[in-house]
């Protein structure tokens, strides 16, 4: 099984702020990794899979990057709504696993 | 339009048994492979299984395996998970998802708001 290990547990930015979000796989996941943004009693919503594509519909300040075993995400100039919690999970092979989550809050 | 949409969910005592199901709408729901993943309380996402559009393959969490059975029917546009054999370690919100249309990625682009099951 795969492990997706996510730093940091809590990002603390202030709104118009950027954001960096770290993902990190047990072993060379290629670029199949997908990240997810949840929002406290909502489903998951898909932002990025294939590492770097963008979701239908969601804004160009979201953006992910890496490879191999690395993976980042980028949110530029926060907006209200992106304070929520943040998922990866690779999609290399099974069992689907995901990360444990990076909370970005209000600074 | 689009939605998923859980139900099914409950109390339950340990070593009991809850089927969940999945209403779908607005799509081809037959020609995609769906998802169960669940949520503890305060906790992250987890996988639980997957099953291709035709329901002639599946894969299970190691989790759930032997335990869980999940299947569909496309007349019917509705998944299903049935749980057996229920513990503490089951409670959770369940979320359906929808496969990712137009590509071979096994990421999920559409989620039900999810059925609460509690074992106790």
């Known amino acids: 099984e795969i492990v997706m290990t996510q730093s940091p547990a809590t990002l603390s930015v202030s709104p118009g702020e950027s954001a960096t979000l770290s993902c990190r796989a047990s072993?060379?996941?290629?670029?199949?990794l997908a990240w997810y943004q949840q929002k406290p009693g909502q489903a998951p919503r898909l932002l990025i899979y294939?590492?770097?594509t963008r979701a239908t519909g969601i804004p160009a300040r979201f953006s992910g990057s890496g490879s191999g075993s690395e993976f980042t995400l980028t949110i530029s100039s926060l907006q209200s709504e992106d304070f929520a919690v943040y998922y990866c999970?690779?999609?290399?092979?099974?069992?689907?696993?995901f990360g444990g989550g990076t909370k970005v809050d209000i600074k | 339009e689009v939605q998923l949409v859980e139900s099914g969910g409950g109390l339950v005592k340990p070593g009991g048994s809850l089927r969940l199901s999945c209403a779908t709408s607005?799509?081809?729901?037959?020609?995609?492979?769906m998802t169960w993943a669940r949520q503890a309380p305060g906790k992250g996402l987890e996988w639980v299984a997957t099953?291709?559009?035709?329901?002639?393959?599946?894969n299970y969490a190691d989790s759930v395996k032997g335990r869980f059975t999940v299947s569909r029917d496309n007349a019917r546009n509705s998944l299903y998970l049935q749980m057996d054999s229920l513990t503490a370690e089951d409670t959770a919100v369940y979320y359906c998802?929808?496969?990712?249309?137009?590509?071979?990625?096994?990421?999920?682009?559409?989620w039900g708001q999810g059925t609460m099951v509690t074992v106790s």
């Open positions: 099953i291709v559009s035709s329901g002639t393959s599946i």
């Open positions: 999970q690779q999609h290399y092979n099974w069992p689907l696993t």
């Open positions: 607005g799509f081809a729901f037959g020609i995609y492979s």
């Open positions: 294939g590492t770097s």
């Open positions: 998802a929808r496969r990712i249309a137009g590509t071979q990625l096994w990421t999920m682009d559409l």
């Open positions: 072993q060379s996941v290629s670029s199949k």
